[in-house]
């Protein structure tokens, strides 16, 4: 903010063209604001002629780091009494057992193999991003090394807050056992997890957006990366909280306009699905041979569609990051001109 335009703001009142030049200037110092024309730019010109291999690619990047797609949740199923017959539930009951925790060893191995592709792959696209070179191979390997650090990271510090929330949990069930407060305690416990959550969500979003091209840029650790970053924010700690509050809104926008296309893109796609299912429901006897053979090529087109739709989202994002760290440390510059 210039401080001609602040002085003549004290002393000869606030006229129209003078806020003008204020709230522009403002604008202009806080790189959150002035960095989203050349992110959004940046966005178009790489996604812009369509190419089918750089959509595709990013899609890819977009299924591991985050672009609308979930893990499927492994446990939805729920054992009841009618999964065996009469008189076999005691006689069953190890192998039961031995069926859910094999489900959940492989869960867990699923999800660790998941997250660690996904740890790498954040390093992945900056490296894309950065050189214009939109192939994952290329990248990948020398990513492998940083991507355990990032994902053992992201493992301490959940277990950091579950280990937090536990601990205040057992310390006020400790000393109010009676049934009357155990209610009131339980609701007081909500706010107190969710501001865990948005702490961690927080870290880690700082993490993804700030220590990651940090780590890629100095080719340090992760805690180093940490230890980088935090001088940035000391110097310039308005700005990160502003980018923090603009990071929000724009999150919260994006989700909703991605939610929004989803919705639409799914709908369209299940149209043909749902007029050959009414065609052949009343000739087929077995209802769950007609949802297999539809549900299996639906899934097939529908996945890839979103993946496509999430692609500008996380892009810009990615993007946007790069140009506001660049912005409050010039030095780690990444993106070239």
Known sequence: MSRITLSRLLEGGFKGEQIYLFTTNMAEDMYAFSRLDDAFNRTKNLLW???????LRLAVIALFVGGGISMPNLFQYQFDGSDFAAGTIGSSAASVATIILVILAVAIVVGLIWAFIGA????????????????????????????????????????????????????LFGFWRTDAVAPLLLIALIPLILVAAILLGLVLLLTTDFVVPIMVSEDCGIIAGWRRLTGVISSQFWQTIVYIITRFVLGLVAAIAQAILVIIALLVIAIPFALIGIVFLGVLQEKIVLLLALGVPYLIIAIPVVLLI?????????????????????EYRLLPE
């Open 120 to 171: 790498a792959m954040q390093f992945v696209f900056v490296d894309m991003l950065s050189t214009g070179d939109i192939h994952i191979r290329r990248f990948f390997r020398g990513r492998l090394g940083k991507g355990v650090r990032l994902l053992l990271f992201e493992i301490f510090l959940a277990a950091i807050m579950i280990l937090a929330v536990a601990a205040l949990a057992f310390v």
């Open 310 to 330: 999430a692609v500008p989202f996380v892009t810009f994002f990615r993007y946007y990051a790069l140009l506001v760290l660049e912005g409050l440390r010039p």
């Open 49 to 55: 002629p369509f190419k089918w291999g750089v959509w």
